[in-house]
């Protein structure tokens, strides 16, 4: 019978491929920072019915005029800002939890928005997309946010 040499460093490199495959896994999950200059993002709830897919997001303190709508192929981007809170003589914060400065939310659109009829409403800092499907198409699943 031959003697089987063995690497000593065998068993690290398989707990390396290992952790690896795991590691790849967990990046794969996780969702993409559009944000990273250090910018906020706002929560946002999408639903969908036979008509329309419709998007609400949450941008409190962020006015109209610091809001943009624009899309891209099959790609719907919403990009604002929430101004800086300015200092104040006499104010000592003790804490500073809300988020400012700029943000970026990409969204995949299913093939079936009829892009010409999409509505939306701004108001008590909610925004509120109402993206009609088209009336021949069948249905596809709400929009994705991109990875």
Not at 33 to 59: C, K, Q, R, S, Y
Not at 77 to 84: L, N, Q, Y
Not at 89 to 115: I, W
């Amino acid at each position: 019978m031959a003697a089987v040499k063995s690497s000593p460093f065998a068993q690290f490199q398989d707990t390396q491929k290992l952790m690896a495959r795991i590691l790849d896994r967990a990046r794969a999950l996780a969702p993409v920072d559009e944000n990273p200059a250090g910018g906020w993002t706002p929560p946002v709830d999408v639903f969908e019915d036979a008509e329309a897919v419709v998007m609400i997001m949450d941008l409190p303190g962020v006015g109209e005029e610091n809001l943009e709508l624009e899309f891209e192929a099959d790609t719907l981007i919403v990009r604002g800002a929430r101004p800086a809170q300015e200092a104040s003589a006499g104010r000592d914060y003790q804490r500073m939890e809300r988020p400012r400065g700029s943000f970026c939310r990409t969204f995949a659109l299913p093939e079936t928005v009829d892009r010409a009829r999409v509505q939306a409403l701004f108001q008590r800092g909610e925004l509120t997309l109402l993206l009609p499907k088209i009336k021949a198409a069948g249905t596809r699943a709400a929009p994705d946010e991109k990875t």
